[in-house]
Structures are given as C-alpha cells and as structure tokens.
C-alpha cells in the first residue's frame, strides 16, 4: 500500500472533502484513515459511525439530509424496538443495521477491523482504501459537569452535546496499535491531507494512537489541514464549543495552534481571510479559499486546493 494521498479522517466534512478528492485524484492512489473511537455497541452490535458515513457517502448512498445513515431508509426495526422499551435513541435505519449485523459477526469470527472494513468498501464499490485507524478499540470518553464521564454516543447524540465539557480522552489509546501499513503509508505518501473534522474528537484520536502523531509531524511539510471552523463556528457539531471549554480558541487560528506541530499548511475558508496572518503567526502557512461543502463541484473545487497546496504554499 503506497498510495500519494493519505487523509485523516472523521464523518461528514473528511467525508465531503474525500468526495471531491477521489474525482481530482486517481482513488485507488489514495488512502483515507478514519477515527473510531466514536464506535459504539448498541444491541450487542458494533457501529463504526465515522467509518459508515464514510463509506456510504462516497458510494453515494448517503442519507443527504442528515450526513450519515443511508438514503431512503426504513426504521421499523427502531419502531418494533420501541415496543419493548429498547435504546431507540441512537436510530439505527432497516438497512443501516446490515452493515452493523455483518461488521459484528464478522469480529465475532475473528476478523480484525482492517479486514472488515476493507470488506465492507469493496461491497460499496469504493476504489479508494479506507482504513480504521486501529484494530484496537479506542473509545473517546466525555467529562461533562452534571454527570462526570459519559460516551461519546451518549454525549453526541443522547445529550445532543449541549451539555458542559470538561475534559475529553481516549480510552485505550495508550495501547493501541496502529492499523497495518498506516506509518509505511504516512512515511511515503506525497500529501497526507487532515479532514476538516473535528480537531478534538475526531482528529484528536486518530493522532492518539501511538506512532501516528509522530509519523504525521516528520512529514509536517507535507500535510495540509483544512479548518473545520469558519467565522469562528463549527460547520456541523459541537467543535466550536468543544474547542472554548477545553481552552482553546475557537477560530481558524486555534485551529492552527492545535495543528501547527504535524501541519505546514493550513486552508481556511474566505469569511476567514482577515485571520490568514495570525495563522501564520501562529506557525502555518495560511491558504484561502471557499471551503463550504455543498454539493460535489464545491467538494472537487477544495480538493483541487487541498492538492495543489504542496507545490504553492502560500496563497491568497
Ligand atoms: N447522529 C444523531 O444525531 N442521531 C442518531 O440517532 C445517529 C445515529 C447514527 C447511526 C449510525 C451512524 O453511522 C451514525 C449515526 N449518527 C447519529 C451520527 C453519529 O453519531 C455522528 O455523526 C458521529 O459519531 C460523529 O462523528
């Protein structure tokens, strides 16, 4: 596995960005390395939310509206659920539940996530490889003031994280390996490219796991990260605010003090322009460009930035 592209990746915006980077660059050239430590087991199965948002919206499959889950679906499954009293606050879709029922039996096998996800890709038509950062489990825990530590699920979703943050951590991530070829495939890649996912508990987590941070700063020079806040607001989600209560400035500059030890290059959108000195104030080169994701063209247009970002450096 030697592809020129690696992408460290989240959900919705790695998954938008991926969309317009697998039509500016050959996909089977490229390589996108997803967090997981936003899996859950709901009903005794196991979700890779990040992953699945992934895969399906690069299949084009989507659900559109919402971002993950996929288009057109039923949720009887959930409605039977209810009868019984069951967990119906995380909605698991009629044909959603496939992926989890094939990723659980598949483990229960024996099979590692690499392996399973790599399986559930190619079931999608997808050219790019798309890996888990680990097969270990990573799990990122929420220190909230009212109840002390809760899941991410239970933050994200359950609480809809309006709900005040103390402290954020990756259980498991001390011993956690990363994915095979991932530190081979960082250490070759032409351009590693940093989603704009959420920096805290999307990207924060694929850096945790042992090697990678490491493995991402000696290649600093050629990592480019997009910023996923603009004007100082999350596009989706609850970065910005996530950023505030853990201290950091929520604006494409706190973006860039977070990044500048594994990034060269920071994109920021437009709106922003006027900060583009004080990233590089902060330590990176500052590119400006439109970087709101609505619709595919808008999606190739930044990927083609994002490419073009190692060979001009700073441009505005
Ligand atoms: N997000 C929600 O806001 N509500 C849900 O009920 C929900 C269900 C769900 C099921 C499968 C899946 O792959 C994702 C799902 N998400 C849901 C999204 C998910 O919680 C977040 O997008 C990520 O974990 C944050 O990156």
């Avoid at 402290?167 to 994915?179: N, Q, T």
Wanted: proline share 5%; aromatic share 4%.
């Amino acid at each position: 596995m030697t592809p020129s592209v690696v992408t460290l990746a989240g959900g919705v915006g790695a998954a938008k960005l991926l969309t317009g980077l697998i039509r500016a660059h050959p996909p089977d050239d490229q390589l996108a390395v997803v967090n997981t430590a936003d899996d859950a087991v709901l009903h005794g199965l196991h979700v890779s939310p990040d992953l699945d948002t992934v895969v399906y919206t690069l299949a084009n499959a989507v659900n559109p509206d919402a971002g993950w889950g996929l288009a057109g679906e039923t949720w009887q499954a959930m409605d039977a659920l209810d009868r019984y009293g069951g967990i119906t606050w995380f909605r698991l879709g009629d044909r959603d539940l496939a992926t989890h029922l094939y990723r659980t039996h598949r483990l229960g096998q024996g099979a590692d996530m690499a392996t399973i996800t790599a399986e559930i890709a190619a079931a999608w038509g997808l050219e790019l490889a798309v890996v888990p950062v680990t097969n270990d489990r990573i799990e990122t825990r929420v220190t909230t003031i009212d109840e002390g530590e809760i899941g991410f699920q239970d933050y994200f979703v359950r609480r809809r994280h309006d709900v005040a943050v103390t402290a954020v951590r990756v259980a498991g991530s001390e011993s956690a390996k990363p994915a095979p070829g991932l530190i081979e495939a960082l250490a070759t890649a032409k351009q590693i490219v940093i989603a704009p996912s959420n920096p805290i508990v999307s990207i924060g987590p694929v850096l945790e796991v042992p090697g990678v941070r490491e493995a991402v700063a000696a290649r600093r020079d050629a990592v480019v990260a997009v910023s996923p806040i603009v004007g100082g607001v999350a596009l989706k989600g609850p970065a910005d605010r996530l950023m505030r209560e853990l201290g950091h400035e929520s604006s494409a500059v706190g973006v860039a003090r977070l990044y500048r030890d594994v990034a060269a290059t920071l994109v920021i959108d437009e709106t922003d322009a006027h900060l583009a000195d004080s990233v590089e104030s902060a330590g990176m080169a500052c590119v400006v460009a439109p970087t709101i994701m609505d619709g595919v063209e808008s999606s190739i247009a930044l990927a083609q930035v994002v490419l073009g970002c190692t060979t001009h450096k700073a441009h505005r």
